[in-house]
């Protein structure tokens, strides 16, 4: 299978490869008599971590099995992290406690006579 190197860890042992420009991987490279392997051991590591059965699963799910929309009814996503209803919220809270703090430090002023 075609692949991209992506990164290297020499902390780790591990490199980040790149499948078939869709399915990306951290391999763990084997340490063999104080070092990592290179040329056809490196290729041969690559190579037998490859994701072969995701090009076989893609192969076989062609032609869309049935029951999908029954699977689909049964999906709770997860959370949305912050939407912009959240963010306008808290920025109207930001202003909000600008202006209550300015009033505050503008009566405090006043009443020292400043």
Do not use: C, H
């Not at 299978?1 to 591990?14: E, T």
């Not at 076989?60 to 699977?71: G, H, K, Q, R």
């Amino acid at each position: 299978m075609d692949y991209i190197i992506r990164s290297f860890d020499a902390k780790r042992g591990q490199i980040t490869v790149e499948y078939a420009s869709k399915w990306t991987y951290v391999v763990d490279l084997p340490v063999e008599n104080g070092a990592f392997p290179i040329g056809e051991k490196l290729e041969q590591v690559i190579q037998n971590m490859a994701p072969v059965w995701l090009v076989e699963r893609e192969a076989s799910l062609v032609n869309t099995p049935a029951n999908v929309e029954y699977i689909q009814a049964l999906v709770q996503p997860l959370p949305s992290q912050e939407t912009e209803a959240n963010i306008s919220i808290k920025e109207t809270i930001r202003q909000s406690d600008a202006a209550f703090i300015t009033e505050v430090v503008n009566d405090i002023l006043t009443a020292k006579g400043l």
